[in-house]
């Protein structure tokens, strides 16, 4: 079983950038589908980007052109770099993936936008 530990939120001005992590307690060289997912106050959660291990990533056009997934698969982490940052960007951050069609999640990182 997979575990995700989720770091690098906070608060931050609007424009501004930051980068999250996602550490897994295994290999994600060998994992197809890695994402990010966020959720807002009395939202749904939402797919903010989509990274497969041939190297392909997606992003849905709220994010895109400012947000980029990264693997470092000798690190075992899956990046999440964000600028041009925006108050909407407001929300709590999970990583995710499937794996022999079981999904995991980890438990999220705070990210404020706000002056």
């Known amino acids: 079983q997979v575990r995700f530990v989720e770091s690098g939120g906070g608060l931050v001005q609007p424009g501004g950038s930051l980068r999250l992590s996602c550490a897994a307690s295994?290999?994600?060289?060998?994992?197809?589908?890695m994402a990010w997912y966020r959720q807002a106050p009395g939202n749904q959660r939402e797919l903010v980007g989509v990274s497969r291990s041939d190297g392909m990533t997606r992003y849905p056009d709220s994010v895109k052109g400012r947000f980029t997934l990264s693997r470092d698969n000798g690190k075992n982490t899956l990046y999440l770099q964000m600028n041009s940052l925006r108050p909407e960007d407001t929300a709590v951050y999970y990583c995710?993936?499937?794996?022999?069609?079981?999904?995991?999640w980890g438990k999220g990182t705070l990210v404020t936008v706000s002056s």
């Open positions: 295994g290999s994600i060289s060998s994992v197809n589908v």
């Open positions: 995710y993936s499937i794996s022999g069609g079981i999904e995991y």
